[in-house]
T-cell receptor, first 114, second 113 residues
Framework: GENVEQHPSTLSVQEGDSAVIKCTYSDSASNYFPWYKQELGKRPQLIIDIRSNVGEKKDQRIAVTLNKTAKHFSLHITETQPEDSAVYFCAASKGGTSYGKLTFGQGTILTVHP | DSGVTQTPKHLITATGQRVTLRCSPRSGDLSVYWYQQSLDQGLQFLIQYYNGEERAKGNILERFSAQQFPDLHSELNLSSLELGDSALYFC????????????FGPGTRLTVT
């Protein structure tokens, strides 16, 4: 089955710096890659996603890039703010008979210091 | 607020017992997904229903079962509970059958003592 590896497990940055979180996936048939942000005790919140027919997608301070050949995708957060502090999860899905199954990475704890 | 609702918020029960978790999807969403989140296993997909029918199955134990009703709400039944079943259980919903744009509910925290 699909396996998603996420790095780093923790990331500490100063306010205003950029943060990058990387994920690799194993199944070349995967075609949908969302990112979720989860604050302590709260639900995972979809922040951005990308489909395999696109190499990059941007939404204000966050962007996601996808390299299908290398089977990896990354989340980029620019001008970080303390409220960006949370756990970030990447995920992958391949559709087909897997339908809506999302396979998640292990998560990255992002801490933004004021 | 994602529009997905889950009840109860917290559940404390003893080993060997059975519990039912309930989820109502966002208005217009036909798919419901169940996920388990624990410290050692992370976020794990359990099962998906689309318009009342099972669509995909993940690492769901035989002691666990789910269903989706005609009004599209879903229930996850956990039986013969073990200490290791203690976790956060999330429900998510989306409009179609695929994985696109899944929105999570607030979760049910299950503690088995």
């Amino acid at each position: 089955g699909e396996n998603v590896e996420q790095h780093p497990s923790t990331l500490s940055v100063q306010e205003g710096d950029s943060a990058v979180i990387k994920c690799t996936y194993s199944d070349s048939a995967s075609n949908y890659f969302p990112w979720y942000k989860q604050e302590l005790g709260k639900r995972p919140q979809l922040i951005i996603d990308i489909r395999s027919n696109v190499g990059e997608k941007k939404d204000q301070r966050i962007a996601v890039t996808l390299n299908k050949t290398a089977k990896h995708f990354s989340l980029h957060i620019t001008e970080t703010q303390p409220e960006d502090s949370a756990v970030y999860f990447c995920a992958a899905s391949k559709g087909g008979t897997s339908y809506g199954k999302l396979t998640f990475g292990q998560g990255t704890i992002l801490t933004v210091h004021p | 607020d994602s529009g997905v609702t889950q009840t109860p918020k917290h559940l404390i029960t003893a080993t060997g017992q059975r519990v039912t978790l309930r989820c109502s999807p966002r208005s217009g969403d036909l798919s419901v997904y169940w996920y388990q989140q624990s410290l050692d296993q992370g976020l794990q997909f359990l099962i998906q229903y689309y318009n009342g029918e099972e669509r995909a199955k993940g690492n769901i134990l035989e002691r666990f079962s789910a269903q989706q009703f005609p009004d599209l709400h879903s229930e996850l039944n956990l039986s013969s509970l073990e200490l290791g079943d203690s976790a956060l259980y999330f429900c998510a919903s989306s409009h179609g059958q695929g994985a696109y744009e899944q929105y999570f509910g607030p979760g049910t925290r299950l503690t088995v003592t």
